[in-house]
């Protein structure tokens, strides 16, 4: 079970001191939107600060857009961070892409 660690204390002589538990408490932070870029007309990657629930990342009714943009579909990528939106014509036309980040020395 991912919620719960058993694990024991040992006395220097190597014998079980003492037991204990710890259970996970739910999760008090919600994701936060790191980063959405339009990588096309009508498509917008939404990333999160962390991994995402697939039932609640896939339904369009939790996006909302501006300019009169609806998001149509909601598909979460395989990071488990990330959710590509399907949306309908944005209004301004998408970033080029960036550059590679230049490593070393010309």
Do not use: M, W
């Not at 870029?37 to 609640?56: G, I, P, R």
């Not at 395989?78 to 949306?87: E, F, K, Y």
């Amino acid at each position: 079970n991912c919620e719960r660690l058993d694990a024991s204390f040992l006395n220097s002589g190597g014998t079980e001191a003492d037991t204990f538990s710890i259970v996970k408490g739910p999760d008090a932070c919600p994701p936060l939107l790191e980063r959405a870029e339009a990588d096309a007309a009508d498509t917008v990657l939404a990333t999160f600060s962390e991994a995402v629930e697939q039932v609640s990342a896939e339904t369009p009714a939790n996006y909302t857009l501006d300019n009169g943009a609806a998001v149509a579909a909601a598909a979460l990528q395989p990071d488990g961070r990330s959710v590509l939106l399907t949306t309908s014509p944005l209004s301004h036309p998408p970033r080029p892409p960036r550059p590679p980040a230049h490593t070393g020395f010309i």
